[in-house]
Every structure is written in structure tokens, then in C-alpha cells.
């Protein structure tokens, strides 16, 4: 099974502040969910919980939340207390590729183990300030490639390009 992440970041890194997205770039949430749909996909539970409420759990993939409170009940979704299990779980479910979403403390342990061994990542052509970052990582330690560019228009109000990154 591939354990991959995918998130979307800014040039200074940042990827959220105050539990919300920086930004809205339709085309980058549409490449998101075609890419998430049919697999299990992991979350911390801030994560979780900054989803629209509407949208939760995220549909057509199993939702698997990560969180130290053993009391933490969701329904629709699987509860886990560590990555790894998170992880097994997934691989139980005979999984294929599962997918770590974030936020920003789920993204820091999976590099920190070495957890991931492909990355899908949207590199948007901005800085922000925020208070959740995703960690700096040693690109020479990964091959990539570009897969599409996301043109400012009407909808995308930004610049972005969205890359693969596969561990050497």
C-alpha cells in the first residue's frame, strides 16, 4: 500500500490559519477530491473539524480521524489514537494508496517517520501569514514532477501548480 499526503501550500509554507483555508482555488479542491475519491484518507481531528459541516464526512472515501481524546465519537467515520494505527487500518481495508490530508501536526509526524512515500502537492504562487505551516522537507530526497498549473481566472484567484513527488 502507498501511504501518500496531499495538501495544498504557499510558498512560505503556509497551509491554514484560525482552522480555515487561505484561499479558494476551485480547480486545486476538484483535483483534490478526484484524486481522494475511493480511498481512505487520514485526518487529525482540527482537520476534521474545519470541514464545513456540510461536507463531512467527506464523501465516497473512508474517513479516518486521528485523535488523542478517547472520547471523540463521529459518526460515519473511523476513530484511531495514532497515525499508525490510522495507517493499518487503512491496509486492513485493503487499500491501494491512502491519503494523509492533514492538518498541519498529522503532516509534521508522517515526515517526521518517514511515513510517506508520495506526496501530492499544489504549490500556490503566494505567501500568507498563518499559523499552521506544512514542514520544509529535503527535495533532493525526492523525485518530481509537475502533473498540471492551475491559470488565475475568474474562479482560481491565484497561481498554483500541482506536482507529484515520489520518494527516492
Not at 459541516?53 to 467527506?58: A, G, N, Q, S, T
Not at 488523542?68 to 497515525?83: E, Q
Request: net charge positive.
Amino acid at each position: 500500500m502507498i501511504v501518500s499526503l496531499i495538501v495544498a501550500k504557499a510558498k512560505n509554507n503556509a497551509i491554514g490559519k484560525n482552522n480555515n483555508l487561505l484561499w479558494h482555488l476551485p480547480s486545486d479542491m476538484r483535483f483534490f477530491k478526484e484524486t481522494t475519491t475511493g480511498h481512505c484518507i487520514i485526518t487529525g481531528r482540527k482537520n476534521y473539524e474545519s470541514i464545513p459541516e456540510k461536507y463531512r464526512p467527506l464523501v465516497n472515501r473512508t474517513n479516518i480521524i486521528v485523535t488523542r481524546n478517547a472520547n471523540f465519537k463521529v459518526r460515519d467515520a473511523i476513530i484511531c489514537h495514532s497515525l499508525e494505527e490510522a495507517i493499518e487500518v487503512a491496509r486492513s481495508k485493503g487499500e491501494t494508496e491512502v491519503f494523509i490530508i492533514g492538518g498541519g501536526q498529522i503532516y509534521k509526524e508522517a515526515m517526521a517517520k518517514c511515513l510517506v512515500s508520495r506526496m501530492y502537492i499544489t504549490e500556490v504562487d503566494a505567501e500568507f501569514e498563518a499559523d499552521t505551516f506544512f514542514p520544509a522537507f529535503e527535495q533532493k530526497s525526492w523525485i518530481s514532477k509537475e502533473l498540471s498549473s492551475i491559470a488565475t481566472d475568474e474562479k482560481n484567484q491565484l497561481q498554483a501548480s500541482i506536482k507529484l513527488y515520489e520518494r527516492k
